[in-house]
């Protein structure tokens, strides 16, 4: 035990190398911005105070949104979700995979669950002992079931999900716009000090205004810095609104999460504008914030009408049985909704042309109210 306890110390202390890689460079960049190019290089004062203040605008909100992509704990499964002590133990015992499926089934029935695997199974975890929600997975570098999981960063040395999604997204924003500005605003020293660095003699050097100091090395290596970081930030943050835009995490769009009527990679899509709201909320203001603002719980997610669940029965009542407090009823049945997904799912009620209804619930489950005229 002793050993492996040691690895798994070194491990975990190897894994923030990354994240203290991309501190030393912020640190470096802070210093050679503002203490070599705007202090010691940049003459002018109003270019001097504009170029400070936009760039600690800029460093703060980086700053702030990648210290909480860090820290904000993945979240884990519920209680509800672990099997009961009776199931466990029986589970356990059990050696055929068809009668442990039997027991899952049977503790999932009064669950949430609209995902299966591949082979129509029920997800479950042995290493956390839990069955799986929704767009739930494993990671095994966090060693623990995370919600909505969407990769494990090694540049932030934590599990991304459910809790810190939105942090991440916030993270590779300002971190793009951080970069862009530093290459942006050092592109004119650059070029001049570069053409300075290019003058094999002294004699021959054009008469400068810069001052003579290590600023032109600092400046030099930080346009450098400032657009390989924007080129591979871009790429990622391009990748990620699509996927935001298409409310996909990273292992749904390479694995189309399978639901009991078959696989379909835009079975939690919600439309454009809704699938935004999963992610940053409902106030538009507090977007550009890292303050958590995502809806749902994590456990379960609105899906769309992809097609009429086999699983799902067909519910036919009389007309004298059919009123407004029948259909309040059956809605109150179905799973319950958090106030967020009650906003999304707030026009799910259709009617249809043969007298009847046909009710959407969170988990994309149908329900058909036909009413039948009396002979």
């Not at 029986?90 to 442990?100: D, I, L, S, V």
Request: charged share 20%.
């Amino acid at each position: 035990m002793a050993p492996s306890h040691v690895l798994r110390c070194c491990q975990r202390g190897l894994a923030w190398i990354p994240v203290i890689f991309i501190a030393l460079v912020v640190c470096w960049s802070y210093y050679a911005y503002v203490v070599e190019l705007c202090i010691s290089t940049i003459q002018r004062t109003g270019e001097k105070v504009i170029y400070l203040v936009v760039f600690h605008l800029s460093f703060i909100m980086f700053v702030w949104s990648y210290w909480k992509t860090i820290f904000t704990k993945p979240a884990s499964p519920s209680k509800e979700f672990c099997l009961p002590k009776a199931e466990k133990e029986q589970y356990e015992k059990e050696e055929r995979p068809e009668t442990q499926q039997e027991i899952l089934k049977k503790v999932a029935s009064s669950l949430p669950l609209y995902t299966r695997t591949g082979a129509g199974a029920i997800r479950y975890c042995d290493r956390c002992q839990v069955i799986k929600p929704d767009r739930c997975h494993h990671c095994s570098a966090c060693d623990m079931c995370v919600l909505k999981m969407d990769h494990h960063c090694p540049w932030v040395n934590n599990c991304v999900g459910f809790s810190n999604y939105k942090f991440f997204i916030l993270f590779l924003a300002y971190s793009l716009i951080y970069c862009l500005f530093i290459a942006a605003t050092v592109l004119q020293y650059f070029i001049k000090f570069w053409t300075l660095c290019r003058r094999k003699s002294a004699e021959n050097c054009p008469k400068s205004d810069l001052p003579e100091s290590q600023a032109k090395f600092h400046v030099l290596f930080l346009f450098f810095v400032a657009a390989m970081f924007c080129i591979s930030i871009l790429s990622l943050f391009t990748y990620h609104l699509w996927l935001v835009g298409k409310n996909r995490s990273t292992i749904e769009a390479f694995r189309a999460p399978v639901f009991r009527n078959g696989p379909d990679k835009n079975g939690f899509s919600l439309g454009f504008t809704k699938n935004i709201a999963q992610v940053f909320g409902d106030q538009k203001k507090y977007w550009l914030l890292p303050v958590f603002t995502s809806q749902g719980d994590g456990l379960t997610f609105p899906t769309r009408l992809v097609a009429l669940d086999p699983e799902q029965p067909t519910v036919i009542l009389h007309p004298d049985t059919v009123n407004r407090s029948a259909e309040d009823e059956s809605l109150q049945q179905s799973s319950p909704l958090s106030e967020s997904q009650n906003r999304l799912l707030s026009n799910n009620v259709h009617a249809n042309d043969d007298q009847g209804y046909t009710l959407k619930t969170e988990d994309s489950e149908t329900i058909t109210i036909s009413m039948e005229s009396e002979s």
